[in-house]
């Protein structure tokens, strides 16, 4: 039986790597990378730090490589993998999903490492 990426992901970001490193290592493989490759590449967009939450941003750069690829734009892709993301988690901006400024939290850094690779990989399945 085949693990998900959500699971994988899941696995890796319990190991301490952040959710964008998480996300994008779950994704490696197809994206011609190695796991270090991939934590490296997503650091910048870890913890907020380009406001989207991180695993939201590394789901975003996958569907943009695998667009890419086969000479689609992404905006379409990513347009619709952040309507799904918002459908069940609210928003995309990190500070609002982890209760920033005394805020209720809306999902856990993890749940958004889970969200977003379920969502990317039923997504790659429409590419």
Do not use: W
């Amino acid at each position: 039986m085949s693990v998900s990426a959500k699971e994988r992901a899941s696995s890796i970001h319990a190991k301490g790597y952040s959710c964008s490193g998480a996300v994008l290592a779950a994704f490696a493989d197809e994206l011609g990378m190695s796991d270090r490759q991939a934590v490296r590449t997503a650091a910048p967009m870890a913890g907020g730090a380009k406001i989207k939450c991180g695993a939201v941003l590394a789901a975003e750069y996958v569907l943009d490589k695998k667009a890419n690829e086969q000479g689609n734009s992404s905006a379409d892709f990513i347009s619709k993998f952040e309507k799904r993301f918002k459908e069940e988690n609210t928003s995309v901006i990190c500070r609002e999903l982890r209760g920033g400024l005394g805020a209720p939290r809306l999902r856990s850094c993890r749940g958004c490492v889970e969200d977003s690779a379920d969502i990317l990989e039923q997504m790659l399945k429409e590419l």
